[in-house]
């Protein structure tokens, strides 16, 4: 009991110094010492108003603006490549292991409150904005893609410019399934729920329940109808 004491205190001092400057890259691993890995670490993002940010998380972007209280976990990067725009947290939101965001080519993501994303996602934001509204959840293993590539017959995929149908929106307090994967020009509306493995290429109501390849809505929340996927 004495001995867990001493390891609450010991992070708790530390996280006062957390932060993305040296000294508080430091001050976070010291931090770290005690504390359990993966999600027994979020409680820690609220033991500083400059959040968590994971010893191991990699931010290569000048344009990152972060909110309070957020949570970064082991290997998320952060990366920024030539004309991208900026990223923007909301407080409170929680980003798991291994989840890569970057913006390009005119690109920008927002984030905002309280929304949580689990581990393995892809965030390529080029070209257009993605906005991910509050309290959003979104499972392992999903990628979100605001632009296509040009497929003319003549020339080769990678010499052909991107090109978009418009950015990406997911409303407010949606459920994104493990697996899915959102492309260009789509918004998926408040509380909507896209079922796991779809490939969202189409808008979705608010409250919506969708699926499939391409995902189609099945039914909607209000529906006393037993789900069918």
């Known amino acids: 009991m004495v001995h867990q004491l001493i390891k609450n205190l010991w992070t708790r001092f530390w996280m006062r110094f957390a932060g993305?400057?040296?000294?508080?890259?430091?001050?976070?691993?010291?931090?770290?010492?005690?504390a359990p890995p993966y999600k027994s670490?979020?409680?820690?993002?609220?033991?500083?108003?400059?959040?968590y940010i994971a010893p191991t998380a990699l931010i290569n972007h000048n344009g990152v603006q972060f909110g309070k209280n957020i949570f970064l976990g082991d290997r998320v990067i952060i990366h920024k490549e030539k004309g991208g725009g900026p990223v923007k947290f909301?407080?409170?939101?929680h980003i798991h292991n291994d989840t890569i965001i970057e913006t390009?080519?005119?690109?920008?993501?927002?984030?905002d409150d309280d929304t949580h994303i689990q581990p393995r996602c892809q965030f390529s934001a080029y070209l257009s904005v993605v906005k991910i509204g509050c309290g959003v959840e979104i499972a392992p293993n999903c990628a979100f893609?605001?632009?296509?590539?040009g497929f003319k017959p003549d020339e080769s995929i990678a010499r052909?410019?991107?090109e978009t149908k418009g950015g990406i929106t997911i409303d407010d307090n949606s459920w994104i399934g493990f697996g899915v994967i959102v492309l260009d020009g789509v918004?998926?509306?408040?509380?909507?729920?896209?079922?796991?493995?779809?490939?969202?290429?189409?808008?979705?109501p608010d409250g919506a329940i969708a699926a499939g390849v391409p995902a189609r809505v099945i039914r909607m929340r209000t529906d006393s109808a037993?789900?069918?996927?």
Request: glycine share 16%; proline share 6%.
């Open 160 to 162: 052909q410019p991107l």
């Open 41 to 51: 670490r979020c409680p820690l993002a609220r033991l500083s108003v400059r959040g």
């Open 90 to 93: 909301g407080n409170g939101i």
């Open 104 to 111: 390009g080519a005119g690109g920008s993501l927002i984030i």
């Open 226 to 229: 037993k789900n069918i996927y």
């Open 145 to 149: 893609y605001p632009y296509n590539h």
């Open 20 to 34: 993305l400057s040296p000294f508080g890259r430091i001050a976070t691993r010291i931090a770290t010492w005690f």
């Open 187 to 204: 918004h998926i509306g408040k509380g909507a729920v896209i079922g796991a493995g779809s490939v969202v290429t189409k808008s979705i």
